[in-house]
């Protein structure tokens, strides 16, 4: 396309359009060759010819010189210059109707015809409107066809990550790689680093901004330097490294300093700098305070630590100290060996950790050693692998204490088994010794059934030698048979009223700590409103507090009597405090007076029976009859296993279970029928065992059919779990007959675990509907009148169950919040805690 004429077409719009097609060839044509310039070009401000050798960097550089020069070549022979018609082309292409081609044109005939003239010429003149319209044309610089592999992309990327961490300075070592280059003109220099260890947090200096004045440094630091230039004009002498002095010209230079003394760089432009070492002291580790054991068993031990730059980890090791051992008894037989006992030490998770305090908490109770003298030895480990380790503390490894004399019995014996294997034998005796005469002595039968499966064990062990594994196993379950002993497996609020009662007395009379004594008053204070509780609901039960009649004036005396035993067991807690035992044990015995005369004057006071607590009864009395039943047949079982036993030994269990019926139902006592209808369930002497549970199944089906609180959520859920109950019997029913008393007693469990959650749910059940019925008693309508939630707090606004009043005042507040704190802190140094866990705590020891 020739042009011929001038033509009405935007100047800028063809001048763009011919730019853009000048864009267009450059970059279709040199691509490759900018792609390769970049990629040199970043690797140089990199500092990659740095790293490699000499002769390496020449090959690449050969190469991307060749690469280069055939790029150019080949864009070269691929470049053409846009011209004007190339541009005009271009724009006529993207216009409809092609205005700039039919202004180019000529007419071709009808030249002559004056209509084909106009009529052209009004063709030429719409045309040329049209052109005068023209944009110019965006250029397409999309190489994806030329370039498939984004190569370009890849080098421009190296090229942007080079101008943020590289440098243009660096481009210039290239010439340092070449003989004779300018750096021989400029003559050597050089370059040093100080890099302090990394956990002291300090910057790494460069020496060349140090003045010539004593620098400060920590100990242990990492010195660097690089010589350029011809070896041998600039040579290091230092003093500060292991080696004492030493001169050395090598290009790269690096020690350690460990002591004080000078850096000198000796050749042209060579600098002195006195190096003073800021020694890296050993941590410090002390015990600050005494070891004491809390009611549950848990050692806490006091200790400070620090350190410089901060403690690493810690460790206690304690080892038995035999010296200072009383050795009569079990101990006087050689102990078996046993590794000392080491455990991890708490560190602060948030916080500094060059001085701190914490508290090591552990539980000693199982280990052999519990209560025997010990030392304890702490240590602190810093993070340049420095010890450092406490004085030796002796003290008596605190651990839990039974205060009922039997469970203190068993535990003394777990000890001496634990302490030497040969001890065995005379466990074994002392043991056979204490269930001589279990009536008098054993609370339950279950704890007796127990100590005579131990003591079997032990003896078969014993007679032909006893293992580790072995003597592991009898200690476990003997740990077991103490619990059990200590705090049994009572339901009821009076019993465990009168446990607590009891190892309140024995802690006072055999000297606990005052922590101890502390948890076990806390133990009687929440047993004593329980067994109130129990009482109030007896009452509202029995119709006390109902619509029938005046209101009982026994309720207000019954709060009178709560008053009064809040305020003794203050009495006894302050005597307590003050070290007067004598008159702690006599308010004691006062209070234990006060309650036992409750207990009567209840059970006087107690009318005729409603139907819900005729059944509860009932459900208690079936309850018994089945543990009787389990206990038979778990008796069974273990004849099976010692089938030498003499009738002697069955004789005894017979007269234990007659003399053991306070509180329960053993099938050796007789029992209590269930019912006028349930012939002999209960009797020793009637029937097989699974005729006896059968009889048992069929009294808990007929009781199951009179149940109260039909129709509510708490009795639907009752008969469920007596269904659950009479399922598990037919099943220990159907084991019986197949002599099958391991799965029979499996199955009377279940039973039982079931009838227990059914009485829970129909004590729930009769709640609510003695709930629902007007008139709550005497101490609810006070509290109602004076808008005063169970706590005695104000309710605050209508409809609200909050209250703005503290649950603590006084100094109980910041003493609950340490000891709150505490507990955090010793359960974030636990590691074997669910991540989860410890994410939580952390965030509250960050918070708080």
Known sequence: MTAKKPLPIPRLSLWLTRAGMLAEQVLRAFWPLASIVMAVL???????????????????????????????????????????????????????????????????????DGASVILWRAHQARMADKAARAVPVRPDLRLAARDPFALRYSALLALVVALLFGSLWRVASVAELAPGSAMAGQGPTWEGWIEPPRYTGRPTLYLADLSNESVQIPEGSDVTLRFYGEVGQLSLSETTSASGTQVATEPEQSFTAVQSGVLRIDGPGGRMWGLEIVPDNPPSVEIAGIAEAEAGGQMTLPFTASDDYGVVSGEARIELDLAGLDRRHGLLADPDPRDGITVELPMPIAGDRSDFAEDLIEDFSQHPWAHLPVTITLSALDARDQNAFSEPYATKLPARRFFDPLAAAVIEQRRDLLWARANAPRVAQLLRAISHRPEDIFRSETAYLRL?????????????????????????????????LEEGTLSDALERLRRAQERLSEAMKNGASDQEIAELMQELREATD??????????????????????????????MTQDDLQRMMDRIQELMEQGRMAEAQQALQEFQQMMENMRVTQGQGQGGQSEGRRAMEDLAETLRNQQGLSDQAFRD???????????????????????????????????????????GAGEQGE??????????????????????????????????????????????????????????????????????????????AMAQENQSQPGQGAQDGDMQARNLDPLGRNQGAVGSISTDEGLLQGEDVYRRARELLDEIRRRTGDSDRPKIELDYLKRLLERF
């Open 637 to 679: 079982l273990q004849e099976q296993f010692n089938p030498g036993a003499q009738s002697g030994d069955r004789e005894g269990n017979e007269g234990r279970s007659g003399g053991m019926g306070r509180g329960e139902s053993h099938d050796g006592q007789g029992g209590r029928g269930q019912g006028s209808d349930q012939s």
């Open 452 to 484: 005579r499966v131990i003591l079997r064990r032990l003896e078969t062990y014993a007679q032909f030698g006893l293992r580790p594994e072995q003597q592991a196993e009898i200690a476990e379950a003997l740990w077991d048979l103490a619990i059990l």
């Open 42 to 112: 970043a690797a140089l401000m990199l500092g990659l010819q740095d790293l490699v050798e000499v002769e390496l960097v020449w090959a690449v550089g050969a190469l991307a010189g060749l690469g280069a020069l055939v790029a150019l070549v080949h864009g070269a022979r691929r470049f053409h210059w846009p011209t004007r018609a190339d541009a005009l082309a271009r724009l006529d292409e993207t216009m409809p109707e092609r205005p700039i081609q039919a202004l180019l044109d000529d007419q071709a005939i009808g030249a002559m």
């Open 530 to 559: 329980d067994y109130l509780r129990q009482l109030q609901r007896q009452a509202q039960q029995d119709g006390m507090e109902g619509e029938q009649g005046p209101q009982d004036p026994n309720s207000q005396s019954m709060r």
């Open 687 to 764: 029937g097989s065992l699974a005729d006896r549970q059968q009889a048992l199944r069929e009294e808990l089906r007929r009781q199951e059919q009179s149940l109260p609180g039909a129709g509510t959520p708490e009795g639907d859920a009752a008969r469920d779990a007596l269904g659950r109950a009479g399922r598990a019997m037919e099943g220990a029913e159907e084991a019986l007959r197949g002599d099958d008393l391991a799965e029979a007693i499996d199955q009377q469990s279940e039973a039982m675990e079931a009838l227990r959650e059914g009485m829970r749910s129909l004590g729930e």
